[in-house]
C-alpha cells in the first residue's frame, strides 16, 4: 500500500502502476496464464510440457511494462492488465483504479467504469472484465469533509455506502448476453496508510469483497474459453517451477492468502 499513499503524482498513474504489476503476477503464478499471455508482463517466461503442465522460470529479459489497448466498439482503451490468448485475443482483463482523496467525485468515477465496460463488451461479449477499485480510508479529522470516506466513528459515510451499492449493481456479470455494462468481478478495497487493508469495510459477505475477485474471474473464464475448447489449448496451466522457490502462500499478511497454482496440487488441475 505504500505506492498509494506515496509522493508520486496521481495525475501520472505512478501510483498504481505496481498494482498493476501485482495483477499481472498473481494472474500467472495463481490463475494459470502463461506469462507471454499477460501485458504488462511479469518477469517469467513459461515452456510447455504438456497442454496443461508447463514448466515456469524467471527471466527479468521477458519483463514488460506495456498495457495493451483494446478495440472496443465506441474506442480504443488501454486495459490496465489484459490476458491475450493466441487465436483468439483479448479474453480476460484488470482495470485497477485509486481514489486517495477528492471521494466528491466518486460518481465521476463510477462513469467511467461504466463506459470502458460497456464499450469493451460491445467488441468483446465474451471478454471477462474485473474492476478493482482501492479507496484510502479518511476521516474528518485527517482532510477537509468532503474528501473524507469514513465518520469520525470509524463507520462509511452514506457517499461510501452508495458507492459500494452502486459497484453491486455492475458486478455479477455472467453469461455473454448478460449487460454490456456489468463487470464479471468487482473488488472494492479500503485502505489505511499507516497500517493497510480495512478489514472491516465492505463486510465480509459482500459480492465485491476482494477476497473472491479473483476466483470469479477464473471461474467465468474457465465457463467461456476452457470448458468449449477440447484442444486444452485456451485452458489455464499448473506450473513445474524451475528455479523458482514459491512461497506457501502470498498476501498472508493481508488477510486475503493465495498459492502458486503448482503441477503435483491436484486439486487445482
Not at 486495459?79 to 481514489?99: E, H, N
Not at 476482494?210 to 489455464?236: H, N, T, V
Amino acid at each position: 500500500m505504500k505506492e498509494l499513499c506515496g509522493t508520486v503524482k496521481t495525475q501520472s498513474g505512478g501510483h498504481i502502476k505496481p498494482v498493476h504489476v501485482h495483477c499481472s503476477h498473481r494472474l500467472t503464478i495463481e490463475g494459470g496464464f502463461p506469462p507471454e499471455w499477460i501485458l504488462p508482463s511479469p518477469p517469467l517466461v513459461s515452456r510447455e510440457r504438456t497442454r496443461t503442465d508447463f514448466d515456469l522460470r524467471a527471466d527479468k529479459r521477458a519483463e514488460n511494462l506495456s498495457e495493451h489497448s483494446v478495440l472496443g466498439g465506441i474506442k480504443h482503451k488501454n486495459v490496465d492488465v489484459t490476458v491475450l490468448v493466441p487465436g483468439i485475443g483479448p479474453a480476460l482483463g484488470i482495470s485497477a483504479k485509486s481514489t486517495g482523496n477528492a471521494f466528491r467525485n466518486l460518481t465521476n468515477r463510477m462513469e467511467e467504469a461504466l463506459g470502458d465496460c460497456a464499450n469493451i463488451h460491445m467488441m468483446y461479449p465474451g471478454f471477462v472484465f474485473g474492476f478493482l477499485h482501492f479507496i484510502r480510508y479518511a476521516t474528518p479529522a485527517s482532510v477537509l469533509a468532503a474528501d473524507a470516506s469514513f465518520g469520525s466513528d470509524g463507520q462509511p459515510l452514506p457517499k461510501l455506502i452508495r458507492y459500494h451499492d452502486v459497484l453491486l449493481s455492475l458486478s455479477g456479470r455472467t453469461t455473454i448476453t448478460d449487460p454490456a455494462m456489468r463487470y464479471e468481478s468487482v473488488g472494492l478495497v479500503v485502505y489505511k496508510c499507516e497500517n493497510g487493508v480495512v478489514d472491516t469495510y465492505p463486510p465480509a459477505d459482500s459480492p465485491v469483497h476482494y477476497r473472491d475477485f479473483y476466483e470469479r474471474l477464473y471461474r467465468i473464464y474457465d465457463l467461456r474459453y476452457a470448458y468449449p475448447d477440447s484442444s486444452g489449448k485456451s485452458s489455464r496451466k499448473v506450473w513445474s517451477p524451475r528455479g523458482l522457490q514459491f512461497p506457501l502462500d502470498f498476501d498472508a499478511d493481508l488477510g486475503f492468502p493465495w498459492a502458486p497454482r503448482l503441477g503435483d496440487d491436484l486439486e487445482r488441475i
